[in-house]
């Protein structure tokens, strides 16, 4: 019932694109969620280190960003991130040092603490929380919504903000789509080897590496 009540709030929107926007749309968000990148490599190795239903946790927190993401377009601040070289490097700087602090957690992890996290309820809040300030702190986001999002509009029509906002939908649910599939397989592979304490440390170790490597790349782009 309430599945059927938020198709029709949402897919009448998709006739005021035009299935000739939508449908070109969809397969190029779901081409992008499989080209490696920041994100997938964080669900990848999340869901590793901590199960399906951890990295399912990250996916969701991901997404939430990607809301704020397509608010910024919608309403314009993604113009102002663009336009500001200070508010970009702020928030760029931010982005990194919380990727730095999560490599330095995974460094120092031992397999034990991570079968502890894995046992608690308040870790997926935890890993919900880093997909959030994964993303969010990601200027780039925004700034690639702006520049993706406008292609599929068509200001004839009407409402672009909502047009901005039924797009950045959809390009959630091809994230959800392929980060899940991500997150279930990595997750069950990561179950199956981690049972060894040699394993769980090998994890950490990757784990922090993946961190290291997405804070200086976050950290050394540009506008």
């Known amino acids: 019932m309430r599945g059927a009540f ?21 397969v190029a968000s779901v081409l992008l969620g499989l080209a490696p990148g920041p994100d997938n490599l964080f669900v990848l190795a999340q869901s590793a280190l901590y199960g399906k239903s951890a990295g399912f946790a990250v996916v969701c927190g991901l997404c939430t960003g990607l809301m704020v993401h397509t608010a910024a377009v919608a309403f314009g601040i ?4 663009q336009t500001s070289a200070y508010a970009f490097t702020m928030l760029k700087l931010v982005g990194a040092g919380y990727l730095a602090w999560l490599a330095w957690q995974a460094f120092r992890a031992t397999s034990k603490s991570i079968r502890l996290n894995k046992q608690s309820r308040r870790t997926l809040w935890q890993l919900y929380r880093r997909g959030i300030l994964m993303n969010v702190t990601n200027p780039k986001v925004s700034i690639f919504f702006l520049a ?3 292609q599929f509009i068509d200001p004839a029509k009407g409402q672009v903000a909502l ?4 797009l950045g939908g959809l390009f959630i649910v091809a ?12 997750g069950s592979l990561g179950q199956r080897v981690g049972q060894s304490d040699r394993v769980q ?14 804070a200086v790349r976050l950290a050394s782009v540009e506008r």
Not at 6 to 26: H, K, W
Not at 78 to 81: C, N, V
Not at 201 to 214: H, K, S, T
């Open 148 to 150: 993706f999002l406008p």
């Open 6 to 26: 938020f198709c029709t709030m949402i897919f009448p929107v998709f006739p005021m694109i035009g299935l000739e926007a939508v449908v070109p749309f969809f």
């Open 163 to 166: 047009q901005i906002v039924s």
């Open 201 to 214: 440390r090998m994890l950490n170790r990757i784990a922090g590496a993946v961190f290291l490597l997405l």
């Open 175 to 186: 994230t959800v789509m392929v980060f899940g599939a991500i997150s279930f397989i990595a």
């Open 78 to 81: 993604a113009a102002f991130l």
